[in-house]
């Protein structure tokens, strides 16, 4: 059985860091990504990274303030946050695609995890 579990989320001020892992079970994946879904607004990419780790995007709002990174052999991919801004309030999802794709779209995800909450307060 496939599964993302996400973990690392919380309440922190504005000027903090946080680092959310994504714990990956049942089988490998290529490019990794994570999306977050603030309050009444849709689904929005943040960033991704291939399965050699050679390719790296960001939303040009987190460019400089986070950081993904992945550890094969923990099948794990995590994010880095710093610097955070009330902005980044909302439900972080971890995705995965089954092989390499360079697409910040959703529809290029196979697998999904249940979402983690990141509240930052100004």
């Known amino acids: 059985q496939v599964q993302l579990v996400e973990s690392g989320g919380g309440l922190v001020q504005a000027g903090a860091s946080l680092r959310l892992s994504c714990a990956a079970s049942?089988?490998?994946?290529?490019?990794m990504a994570w999306f977050r879904q603030a309050p009444g607004r849709d689904l929005e990419f943040v960033t991704r990274i291939t399965w050699s780790g050679a390719h790296i995007a960001y939303e040009d709002s987190v460019k400089g303030r986070f950081t993904i990174s992945r550890d094969n052999a923990k099948n794990t991919v995590y994010l880095q946050m710093n610097n955070l801004k009330p902005e980044d309030t909302g439900i972080y999802y971890c995705a995965a695609a089954s092989v390499d794709v360079y697409s910040s779209s959703r529809s290029n995800y196979d697998y999904w995890g249940q979402g983690i909450e990141v509240t930052v307060s100004s």
């Open positions: 049942g089988r490998t994946f290529g490019t």
